[in-house]
């Protein structure tokens, strides 16, 4: 498996260093980033899921622990918007230029404002989360990724 994807020449641009995980990606039952810390033995709150949303209409994309669930009004808060909801697979795609299961904040087609959830900065680094194809996770320390994409860090995950 090649592991070079926009993700990974995102960090490599930005100077951020990185450590990569390859699992077999089975696109199966239950929550990808669930199945992610699963297979490379990592904590589920220290692998981080991308989620690309709308916040009033425009896109946006929410980093958050994949053991976790995005709270659309926390998240609309944090992008100072009134309303948000998930953007449909499609879109996304079309949108990052990944495919679902395999969406990283890093290296999207394009940019659009990122926040990421606050625990990211609490929870022992380093952190986990896709490097921009299905099966390949960029393992880093999270305070270089948020700045690189100049994103925000607010509480928008829920239990």
């Known amino acids: ?14 100077g951020i260093a990185y450590d990569l995980f390859e699992y077999d990606y089975g696109g199966g039952d239950g929550p990808i980033g669930l199945q992610a810390a699963e297979a490379i033995g990592w ?3 220290r692998v981080f899921k991308t989620l ?6 425009k896109p946006a994309c929410a980093v958050i622990p994949s053991d976790r669930s995005l ?9 100072k918007g009134k309303t948000a909801k998930m ?3 499609v879109k996304a795609e079309r949108l990052t230029g990944f495919h ?17 959830d606050a625990t990211v900065i609490s929870v022992e680094a380093p952190v986990v989360m896709n490097g921009g194809k299905r099966g390949l996770m960029v393992c880093l320390a999270p305070e270089p990724g ?10 928008v995950s829920v239990v």
């Open 87 to 89: 953007m449909e697979p």
């Open 71 to 79: 709270s659309m009004k926390k998240v609309a808060a944090a992008l």
């Open 52 to 57: 690309m949303l709308e916040v009033d209409g």
């Open 1 to 14: 498996m090649s592991t070079a994807t926009p993700a990974t020449r995102f960090l490599d641009k930005a």
């Open 43 to 45: 904590q589920a709150a």
């Open 146 to 155: 948020i700045a690189a994409l100049a994103a925000a860090v607010a509480e």
């Open 100 to 116: 679902t299961g395999g969406i990283s904040p890093f290296g999207q087609k394009k940019r659009v404002p990122v926040v990421f």
